[in-house]
């Protein structure tokens, strides 16, 4: 659980995948005063569901699973931790400029049955 230090990054892949970036600022448990940022990655769907609804500062809680991947930069080798994303949970009321726009989601296209 963590605040998001910046609105996520979304970019579409080679293959036509969606994926954001984030970063949260954790707190850490017996030292209030310092946080470990932690990066974290959301594909396809729940890419979609980060750019939506989750801007800079907001609480959320996020599921998934630790992934380690290395790369080569300038000669050297570059090691990235990162939390693939697997469920994201809001931690925090909703924003009051933002209850109106979630409150219905959809379109005068959409055929309802009420």
Same mark, same amino acid.
């Given at each position: 659980m963590g605040?998001?230090?910046?609105?996520? $990054?979304?970019?579409?892949?080679? @293959?036509?995948?969606? !994926? @954001?970036?984030?970063?949260?600022?954790?707190?850490?448990? +017996?030292? &209030?005063?310092?946080?470990?940022?932690?990066? !974290? !990655?959301?594909?396809? &769907?729940? @890419?979609?569901?980060?750019?939506r +609804?989750?801007? &800079?500062?907001?609480?959320?809680?996020? @599921?998934?699973?630790?992934?380690?991947?290395?790369?080569e930069?300038?000669?050297h &080798?570059? +090691?990235?931790?990162? !939390?693939?994303?697997? $469920?994201? +949970?809001f931690?925090?009321?909703?924003?009051?400029e933002?209850?109106?726009?979630?409150n219905?989601v959809?379109?005068?296209?959409?055929?309802?049955?009420?």
């Open positions: 605040r998001l230090t910046k609105d996520p $990054e979304q970019r579409v892949t080679q @293959s036509e995948k969606q !994926v @954001s970036t984030f970063t949260l600022a954790v707190n850490r448990r +017996y030292e &209030k005063d310092k946080a470990d940022f932690i990066n !974290v !990655v959301a594909w396809n &769907k729940l @890419s979609e569901f980060t750019q +609804y989750l801007t &800079k500062g907001r609480q959320i809680v996020v @599921s998934g699973r630790l992934q380690v991947r290395d790369y930069k300038d000669g &080798k570059v +090691y990235v931790s990162e !939390v693939i994303a697997e $469920e994201i +949970y931690a925090d009321s909703r924003p009051k933002e209850e109106t726009q979630i219905f959809g379109g005068p296209e959409d055929d309802l049955p009420f």
